[in-house]
């Protein structure tokens, strides 16, 4: 029995089956060998069982999601045959006598840099394919069992790291845990695994030894035990059914009143990255959807997801969520959250750097796309529309302009819309100094806590070695929240707050005496809150 420690993200206990991933080792060994025909042999094989997974993933995906989307798999299963991509692998192994990993890195890395470089944007697009073929071929050479996307139980994933992109692709169903070294706990990783209400630690060393272990995940204390004994056990399936009990206790607050000791109502929301996440916000009694990070459903495809995908997801929640109220934010991609079919460069600072509105500014294509699917799902219910990372006047008004845009062509097509209110998320310092004027342009504002503590402190949230500066209780950021409050109510806008400060109970209090209208947490969190609202004097 062994223990690591790490900060835990997700409260709960978990115990299973421990499934280490690795990512395809930036330097692939290049091995001087004696058999080419041997080797070409491999590679062959490796070829066999790369197309067999495909077809599986085609059937799955023809099954459980569309005929058209499984096509991608076929594609995939085709491009491995590809007489340009083969007789490059073999013509390196001949003649560099070279192993046919190496073969297949050095090819990959070739296609994907042309493909890059082409100008239709379709075929820039098709390097990120070409990428994730090659990678699947050299994990099999490899022997790794990493497909982390095919688990065939609920397992507890150690990980060096892992993206939000990767994180989403998970199979949710077979998730017990995430166990990362890097990572914080303001991470999108993290706000993912704390939606997911998966008990959850970062910050641990991980050892790829572990892959089938046994373990307990203790996201109470943020320990790992890898391989317990009989007694640690025992006391940890004690611990987890007092966790369930008390979180069952909680639940007796289900459909009771959201309203402080003197009478004042709270909106208390809850926080989603997906279609799935809206049971849970319903199980835990949320009376609206405060923050849908739509930029989930851009990681989870390999390209831009269509008009109709994005209505038909978005229309899902609304329709869930049955009149009460869903805030869609347009996508925050960027920063941690990249989409390969973005193009996204490499930047110095990405957090500060080109993301969120200033990509939809200047892709208003992309923008206008899912601005449709939000003002047609609005007709099945009570949606709003917020935007990520604003800085200026000239910003909102624009956004507003081509918003008006966008349900104009709507109504010129006699495609059917809704009306939405429009806000903004406040989470640019910027933002705060300017909302005094910002709130006579918009409906709502919604503080993003997660990313006002990072540019208000000079902390980088994705930081580890920062943690101790990253503090959002620190009074310049109680302040801020103050001040978007007074000139959000002086201009006749309700003020919310989304960012991860909204679940700490030891500020609802506070919150609700500045005047907070709306309060909007991760759905295993909303209950906790409301106790701490019910409790609070208002
Ligand atoms: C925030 O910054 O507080 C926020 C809610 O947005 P995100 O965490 O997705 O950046
Ligand atoms: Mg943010």
């Not at 004042?264 to 609206?288: Q, T």
């Not at 801020?480 to 960012?499: E, F, L, P, Q």
Request: charged share 30%; with cysteine.
């Amino acid at each position: 029995m062994e223990f690591f420690s790490g900060k835990s993200i997700c409260e709960g206990i978990v115990i299973g089956k421990i499934r280490y991933y690795s990512k395809r080792r930036n330097n692939i060994e290049r091995v001087l060998i004696d058999d080419c025909a041997a080797e070409s042999e491999r590679f062959s094989k490796a070829k066999e069982i790369a197309k067999k997974r495909y077809i599986a993933l085609r059937d799955k995906a023809a099954r459980e999601i569309s005929e058209a989307k499984a096509m991608i798999f076929e594609v995939y299963a085709m491009l491995l045959e590809d007489a340009g991509f083969n007789d490059s692998v073999v013509d390196i192994i001949n003649s560099e006598k070279a192993n046919a990993e190496y073969a297949v890195a050095v090819t990959g890395d070739r296609l994907v840099a042309k493909f890059s470089q082409m100008d239709d944007e379709y075929f820039r697009a098709r390097s990120v394919d070409v990428k994730d073929i090659c990678d699947s071929l050299v994990r099999i050479l490899m022997n790794e069992s990493t497909d982390i996307e095919e688990l065939n139980e609920p397992v507890i994933i150690a990980a060096e790291d892992l993206t939000p992109a990767e994180t989403v692709q998970l199979d949710k169903s077979k998730l017990l845990s995430l166990v990362t070294e890097c990572g914080t706990l303001n991470s999108h990783t993290a706000i993912l695994a704390r939606t997911m209400n998966l008990p959850s630690l970062v910050g641990v060393s991980v050892d790829e030894r572990w892959d089938g272990k046994f373990a307990i995940v203790d996201g109470i204390k943020g320990q790992l035990i890898v391989e317990p004994d009989e007694e640690t056990l025992a006391n940890y399936r004690a611990l987890a059914e007092k966790d369930r009990l008390s979180k069952e206790l909680l639940m007796q607050l289900k459909g009771k009143p959201c309203v402080t000791q003197s009478g004042k109502e709270i909106m208390l929301y809850a926080n989603i990255g997906s279609v799935d996440d809206v049971d849970a916000a319903l199980e835990n009694d949320a009376a609206g959807i405060g923050l849908f990070r739509s930029e989930f459903l851009y990681l989870e495809k390999s390209d831009y997801p269509t008009e109709e995908e994005q209505y038909e997801a978005y229309k899902k929640v609304v329709q869930a969520m049955d009149g009460r109220k869903v805030i869609i934010r347009t996508f925050d991609i960027g920063a941690d959250k990249q989409a390969d079919y973005f193009n996204p460069e490499q930047e110095d600072n990405p957090a500060m750097g080109y993301r969120a509105i200033r990509i939809c500014l200047d892709r208003t294509d992309v923008f206008k796309t899912q601005l449709r699917a939000i003002y047609r799902a609005a007709a099945h219910g009570n949606v709003a529309v917020m935007f990520p990372m604003v800085i200026s006047l000239e910003e909102v008004l624009e956004i507003k302009k081509i918003c008006e845009q966008v349900m104009d062509d709507l109504k010129n097509e006699g495609v059917e819309y809704g009306e939405a209110e429009i806000g903004i998320m406040i989470e640019t310092p910027a933002a705060v100094m300017i909302s005094d004027i910002l709130a006579d342009e918009v409906d709502f504002f919604s503080i993003g806590t997660n990313d006002l503590t990072q540019f208000t402190l000079a902390v980088d949230r994705y930081n580890s070695k920062l943690d101790k500066y990253y503090n959002p209780h620190h009074e310049a950021v109680l302040r801020m929240i103050r001040t978007v409050i007074d000139n959000g109510h002086a201009g006749g806008c309700w003020v919310g707050i989304c960012g991860e400060l909204g679940a700490d109970t030891s500020l609802t209090d506070k919150l609700i005496s500045m005047g907070i209208d709306e309060i909007s947490v991760s759905p295993s969190n909303i209950l906790q809150v409301k106790k701490a609202i019910r409790e609070a004097e208002g």
